[in-house]
């Protein structure tokens, strides 16, 4: 009988990627890959700690799965399990705990504790020395995301990840490189570039950077699209500004994580930069490319924010008219600084901010996206159903009729609406 395995994932993109990581181990092993719902052998859950909300789930799902076969391995891994593994063990019919290293052992792991009690292999934050190679992962047959940082050591005040992921350590630029050339020759038009944080990517190692990286990367012949998931505003260099927004292989795509439009708050989080640094780099990305996609996480509710401080993000934040927002309720997290700070914000009102920070999201990314109606637009086609599907290099969702054999081209489409969140319009051939 082939044995099935089942993986749920919460949180980030890393972890997504991680996730399908996993299940490529699983796979490979011989494992049936079954969705969670059903019977299965072995239950992976692969969590999240980033707020309160991914701890609740993660051990929601370890309880279901639990539920679900009893008899089954439940293996749990990532970052809840790295920072709470005493929290993980204490639910019972839990076999395994992995945490954020010795991931690619999972299978022979899960073998091991099929046979005996309990096994916990999460060691202290110092431990985390290594970067480890899972399998790449896909988000279609078109476009890739490849792992090439780990870990992060800027400490800010509400951060729980450093905690979860231990300090940076980088996929050197040769291994690198040709991680992207056998992902070419597998047929991938898009590499993206993932890590927790990217900006600091070579830290660990001598004499080379994220620029020194890129500049290796677009080299790689075939590659059609490479494409940079995030990157902090006080490690764009002049030097990094210019490959980001010279060179055409790279999208014109910046998520530039601002957190807060306030100066007292960015203080408080221990952010390294303050509003006035941010526009100017925001200005100088445009002034490059104009049609560029700027994205941003936003955090509301850090303690001390005050009805006014809150007002002030949120015009800055128009004012610099960020094409998507990604918004976060701040969550206190046990052993990072913010979580003992005395001015924290009731949860009522985190919500109405959240909401409120939401909408305008919202109405930035219809006046962004606007700006494209009429104009042909290079689409790589991704999915093909009933609809042709795919993203532009500025990461705009693009659909439109057909699209039948076009999987893994380059499609131009002139859109004519806009409609939850992706842009609808004809195809007009081969860009
Ligand atoms: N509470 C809420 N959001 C958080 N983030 C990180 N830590 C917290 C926290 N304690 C958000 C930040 C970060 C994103 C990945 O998660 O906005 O950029
Ligand atoms: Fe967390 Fe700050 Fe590191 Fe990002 S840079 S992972 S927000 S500590």
Known sequence: MVKKAAVYVLGCKVNQHEGEAIKDLFNNAGYKIVSFHDQADVYVIHTCTVTHLGDRKSRQMIRR????????????????????????LDIAGVDLVIGTKERSRIVELVEEAQKGSPISLVGPRKELTEFEDLPFARAS????????????QQFCTYCIVPHARGPVRSRPIAESVDAVKTLVQKGFKEVVLTGIHIGAYGQDLTGTDLNALLKQLIKVSGLKRLRVSSVDPNEVTPELLATLTREDIICPHYHIPLQSGSDTILEAMRRPYNTAYYQRLVTEIRRH??????????????PGETDSLFRQSLEFIRKLRFSELHVFKYSPRQGTPAARYNNQIPPDVKE???RQMIALGKELWADYAGNFLGAPLAVLVEQQGDYGEGHT?????????????????????????????YLFGDPKGGA
């Open 393 to 421: 290099p500025n990461y705009l969702k693009v659909r439109f009729p057909g699209g039948e054999k076009m999987r893994g081209s380059f499609v131009t489409v002139v859109p004519t609406e806009t409609l939850d969140g």
């Open 352 to 354: 109405a901010r959240s």
């Open 141 to 152: 047959t078109v476009r890739a995301f490849l792992k090439i940082q780990e870990g992060c």
């Open 289 to 302: 490319r104009p049609d560029a996609a700027i994205t941003t996480d936003i955090m509301v509710g850090f």
């Open 65 to 88: 799965a639990v539920r679900q076969n009893p008899d089954a391995v439940v293996a749990v891994t990532g970052c809840y399990a790295q920072t709470s593994p005493g929290d993980i």
